[in-house]
């Protein structure tokens, strides 16, 4: 029950199992080309630019902005969490000049805040995080693109942690790159990294390609710097995925399998209804650890729906409780980093975890571990909230 990864749901596990077919085999194409179908759906875009990055979730991130950016352009990172500054690292390997705007963890970004900065930087991409689990805060990206779009500015994102468990409209927000992982709401294990680009984006990519395979030669005119990394060259990646199907890499079959399999989950039960689950169980974990006296952590109005930041209490030893949890429970909650090192949990409510029978498991565990760490917890008060909470959700379903 961290902030992930989290326990993958057995569908994905049993689907990664199945044998290994060719690169060419009429099966395998086959099921690349469903894939990139199915996590159109998953985004909700219409972006034939859809398809897996392989490796993890940062293999996505780094290839969209490698791909993007040319050295010497301007990008934007409004950095609210530790993801943030990952986006600003990357883009500056990248050869970017970096600017960021800062706001103190747990808070997002008022959309004129960004949109003064897009004034003053001029920048060719605005890269923002939407859901950073390390904050358990989601900034809104609704308003971003219409700002982008008077800049000519590209708008990428990083969906990872909330991708499947929060709304996400890739098309609809007017987003130009997203990049995902399996390990957070999509319920499998880290190793693909789903990502979509826009026609604009993928413009951007091509324009790229000024010398084949990206080797410039003494004395070609130079029309724009190639993509300086091969495996994430996302021209010669959307070039194998594509109709050309130019080998680049060798496909990691059974992460296809499992990232297949992770969105024919969510499809199965309906974007909206995934989206719903988890925000009905992370709302029962928040009113949980509410009435045993928690302090819940960060913006509420903004909070992920599937991570809750949870303040330690004083005089508790945060890491002996999730040790108590992990060995008598075998519950495993997160604990943080940078700032709020020490100074919060982090409890997932995600992917195959986001279910009642977790959450209400969690809280009875954390109850007891709390009262033999001398806290004060009115028994039972915890997953009497969160029991009270599912039926408030069904009373307002119904
Ligand atoms: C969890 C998370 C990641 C994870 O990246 P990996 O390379 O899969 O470890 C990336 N971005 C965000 C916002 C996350 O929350």
């Given at each position: 029950m961290g902030p992930g990864p989290v326990n993958a749901d057995p569908r994905v596990l049993r689907a990664m199992s199945a044998q290994l077919v060719g690169q060419y085999d009429p099966s395998m194409t086959a099921y690349m080309n469903e894939t990139m179908e199915l996590y159109r759906g998953v985004f909700r875009t219409r972006n034939a630019a859809t398809l897996l990055v392989d490796g993890t979730s940062r293999a996505g991130i780094e290839a969209a902005i490698v791909s993007l950016v040319e050295p010497g352009d301007r990008v934007l990172v409004p950095i609210f969490g530790r993801f943030g500054h990952l986006l600003a690292e990357i883009a500056g390997r990248a050869g970017a000049d970096v600017h960021t705007i800062e706001t103190?963890?747990?808070?997002?970004?008022?959309?004129?805040?960004?949109?003064?900065?897009?004034?003053?930087?001029?920048?060719?991409?605005?890269?923002?995080?939407?859901?950073?689990?390390?904050?358990?805060?989601?900034?809104?990206?609704?308003?971003?693109?219409?700002?982008?779009a008077e800049h000519g500015a590209l708008f990428y994102t990083d969906v990872t942690a909330s991708l499947g468990g929060n709304e996400f409209e890739m098309d609809a927000w007017g987003l130009d790159a997203a990049t995902a992982g399996l390990q957070k709401c999509l319920g499998g294990p880290s190793g693909s990294a789903p990502i979509s680009l826009s026609p604009a984006a993928v413009e951007r990519i091509e324009s790229r390609k000024s010398i084949e395979a990206g080797i410039r030669s003494a004395g070609d005119a130079v029309r724009a710097d190639p993509i300086r990394s091969n495996y994430f060259d996302l021209g010669m990646i959307l070039d194998y995925w594509g109709e050309k199907r130019l080998n680049h890499h060798t496909e990691a079959t059974s992460m296809l399998y499992g990232a297949r399999e992770c969105a024919r989950l969510l499809l199965d039960e309906g974007m909206d209804q995934a989206i719903d689950r988890h925000r009905v169980n992370g709302a029962a974990m928040a009113a949980g650890a509410a009435a045993m006296g928690l302090e819940l952590f960060g913006d509420q109005a903004h909070r992920m729906h599937n991570v809750v930041g949870v303040a330690i209490p004083d005089g508790v030893d945060g890491e002996r409780v999730r040790g108590a949890l992990l060995e008598d429970f075998a519950i495993e909650i997160g604990t943080s980093f940078g700032?709020?090192?020490?100074?919060?949990?982090?409890?997932?409510?995600?992917?195959?975890?986001?279910?009642?029978?977790?959450?209400?498991?969690?809280?009875?565990?954390?109850?007891?571990?709390?009262?033999?760490?001398?806290?004060?917890?009115?028994?039972?008060?915890?997953?009497?909230?969160?029991?009270?909470?599912?039926?408030?959700?069904?009373g307002a379903g119904a």
């Amino acid at each position: 029950m961290g902030p992930g990864p989290v326990n993958a749901d057995p569908r994905v596990l049993r689907a990664m199992s199945a044998q290994l077919v060719g690169q060419y085999d009429p099966s395998m194409t086959a099921y690349m080309n469903e894939t990139m179908e199915l996590y159109r759906g998953v985004f909700r875009t219409r972006n034939a630019a859809t398809l897996l990055v392989d490796g993890t979730s940062r293999a996505g991130i780094e290839a969209a902005i490698v791909s993007l950016v040319e050295p010497g352009d301007r990008v934007l990172v409004p950095i609210f969490g530790r993801f943030g500054h990952l986006l600003a690292e990357i883009a500056g390997r990248a050869g970017a000049d970096v600017h960021t705007i800062e706001t103190e963890w747990g808070e997002v970004f008022a959309p004129e805040r960004i949109e003064a900065a897009m004034r003053e930087v001029r920048p060719k991409l605005l890269a923002v995080v939407h859901g950073d689990t390390s904050t358990t805060v989601a900034q809104p990206l609704d308003e971003l693109a219409a700002i982008c779009a008077e800049h000519g500015a590209l708008f990428y994102t990083d969906v990872t942690a909330s991708l499947g468990g929060n709304e996400f409209e890739m098309d609809a927000w007017g987003l130009d790159a997203a990049t995902a992982g399996l390990q957070k709401c999509l319920g499998g294990p880290s190793g693909s990294a789903p990502i979509s680009l826009s026609p604009a984006a993928v413009e951007r990519i091509e324009s790229r390609k000024s010398i084949e395979a990206g080797i410039r030669s003494a004395g070609d005119a130079v029309r724009a710097d190639p993509i300086r990394s091969n495996y994430f060259d996302l021209g010669m990646i959307l070039d194998y995925w594509g109709e050309k199907r130019l080998n680049h890499h060798t496909e990691a079959t059974s992460m296809l399998y499992g990232a297949r399999e992770c969105a024919r989950l969510l499809l199965d039960e309906g974007m909206d209804q995934a989206i719903d689950r988890h925000r009905v169980n992370g709302a029962a974990m928040a009113a949980g650890a509410a009435a045993m006296g928690l302090e819940l952590f960060g913006d509420q109005a903004h909070r992920m729906h599937n991570v809750v930041g949870v303040a330690i209490p004083d005089g508790v030893d945060g890491e002996r409780v999730r040790g108590a949890l992990l060995e008598d429970f075998a519950i495993e909650i997160g604990t943080s980093f940078g700032p709020l090192h020490g100074r919060i949990w982090r409890i997932g409510t995600m992917g195959f975890n986001a279910r009642r029978d977790a959450v209400l498991t969690t809280l009875a565990a954390l109850e007891q571990v709390l009262r033999a760490e001398g806290h004060p917890v009115t028994a039972g008060a915890g997953v009497g909230a969160a029991r009270d909470a599912y039926a408030d959700a069904a009373g307002a379903g119904a």
